[in-house]
């Protein structure tokens, strides 16, 4: 709720929407999440820092497991979105591939939380967490063949589904690197991983 000031100079109450209500809550939770990791998170921290009561946390989420869960599935959705409008004028295979990549390196780059987020509790040994972060790994796998097959028909379906966890795994990997590094960009890291996997796909479609 927000205080505003009405025509008669008095001051009323105005209801935020629940979705986004529901957005600022994800959002402070994530970085809360990026910050301590799932274990050391406190709901009270988290209320506090929206400007909420904890029960209305509750009630949005159910528990802090589910207020996790909701911030892995809503980068998800995100990450599947910004694959599939990066390819969706895509010039052949390769540069399917390539804006594919590029999404997921732009996506890292401009939502950093939510990266450090799934960075984090993909090292934890809570099952349900990692089952969590890993159906966004087979989310992204399956885009991944789905858009070289349509591409790359001379290639058969093991191919196409190795080849997939191949550039996710890739992607992975190079985004750690990149970041340590600190000086790679979104642009270089898509090329160096273009450049060790494409060559390999083409051999694979043209047997």
């Excluded at 009323?12 to 939770?29: I, S």
């Excluded at 599947?80 to 969706?88: I, K, L, P, S, Y």
């Excluded at 895509?90 to 890292?108: C, K, N, P, T």
């Excluded at 093991?158 to 340590?180: F, I, K, P, T, Y």
């Amino acid at each position: 709720m927000t205080t505003s000031v009405g025509p008669t100079g008095t001051s009323r109450r105005q209801r935020v929407p629940r979705e986004v209500r529901k957005a600022q809550m994800l959002d402070v939770a994530e970085q809360v999440f990026a910050e301590r990791g799932f274990a050391a998170a406190s709901m009270d921290d988290i209320a506090e820092r929206v400007g909420l009561s904890k029960p209305m946390l509750y009630e949005y989420f159910g528990s802090k497991e589910g207020l996790l869960v909701g911030c892995i599935n809503r980068a998800r959705t995100e990450l599947r979105q910004v694959t599939e409008h990066a390819v969706a004028e895509a010039d052949g295979a390769e540069d399917a591939l390539r804006r594919a990549v590029r999404a997921f390196f732009d996506y890292i780059e401009h939502r950093r939380v939510s990266w450090c987020m799934l960075r984090h509790e993909s090292a934890v040994t809570v099952p349900w967490a990692v089952d969590e972060i890993e159906g966004i790994r087979r989310q992204q796998t399956e885009l991944f063949a789905m858009l070289t097959a349509g591409y790359l028909p001379g290639a058969g379906p093991m191919d196409l589904e190795a080849a997939a966890e191949v550039v996710v795994g890739a992607c992975e990997r190079v985004a750690l690197w990149a970041e340590r590094r600190g000086d790679v960009s979104a642009a270089t890291a898509t090329e160096y991983v273009m450049r060790f996997v494409w060559s390999g796909l083409v051999s694979v479609a043209a047997r």
